[in-house]
Structure formats: C-alpha cells, structure tokens
C-alpha cells in the first residue's frame, strides 16, 4: 500500500508541474508566452491554441484532484484505526498534584557589594 501511495504521490507532482507550465503559456490579460509560439499560432490558430490549452488546464486539474482522492484511500488508515479510549482510560491517575504553599515565600534582599578600592 505504501508503494502506491508513492506512486500516485510522484504522478501528482509532475501533474503539478505540467500544470504550473501549461498555466504560463496561456495568454493572459496582458502578453502571456503563448504570444512567444509565434508558429504555433499561425498553424493552429490563436483560438484553437487558447482553447487546447484550456482544456489541458481542466484535464490536469481533474486528474490530481481523482489521484488525490484515490490516494487517500491508498493510505489504508480511517477514522475508526484510531482508538485512544484504552490510552485515555489507562491514564496514571495516582500521579501526586503539586502543593502550592499556603503564604507566599518570603523574598530575601540582595546581598549589596562594596566595592573593592
């Protein structure tokens, strides 16, 4: 299980990536570097390139949040593994408290040096 954990981890980082990637080459308000594929352009088209890489955003976003998921019930482990009533109820209770003392402590006064001639 732990493997595949592993697995699905790496998958999602370099989803991540490809991601980070494809969001830097779509045209944004401003002049985005998909305007530096000048030949791209021209043999697709501006739209079809903007649309293409529209829908590779949407693919990359859907396939880490599906791995995700798939990855946390990979893990093996849910709510109920965890059982903290025998810990709670074992607890050592003959643990003495501290005594705080009655009046407060009397404070003694710095010892004062003279100073050496």
């Known amino acids: 299980m732990n493997t595949l954990f592993t697995i699905l981890t790496v998958l999602i980082v370099i989803a991540a990536i490809l991601l980070i990637l494809v969001v830097l080459l779509q045209n944004g ?14 043999t697709l088209g501006v739209r079809q390139t903007a649309d293409i890489l529209e829908k590779f955003t949407w693919g990359l976003v859907t396939f880490i ?24 109820e074992n607890v050592n209770t003959n643990q003495q408290q501290p005594e705080f003392p009655a009046a407060p402590l009397p404070q003694e ?4 040096e003279t100073p050496a001639n």
């Open 65 to 88: 949040i599906v791995v995700a998921i798939i990855a946390s019930f990979a893990t093996g482990t849910n709510g109920s593994d965890i059982d903290l009533t025998d810990d709670i």
């Open 29 to 42: 308000k401003g002049e985005g570097l998909a305007s530096n594929f000048v030949a791209g352009n021209q």
């Open 109 to 112: 006064a710095p010892a004062t």
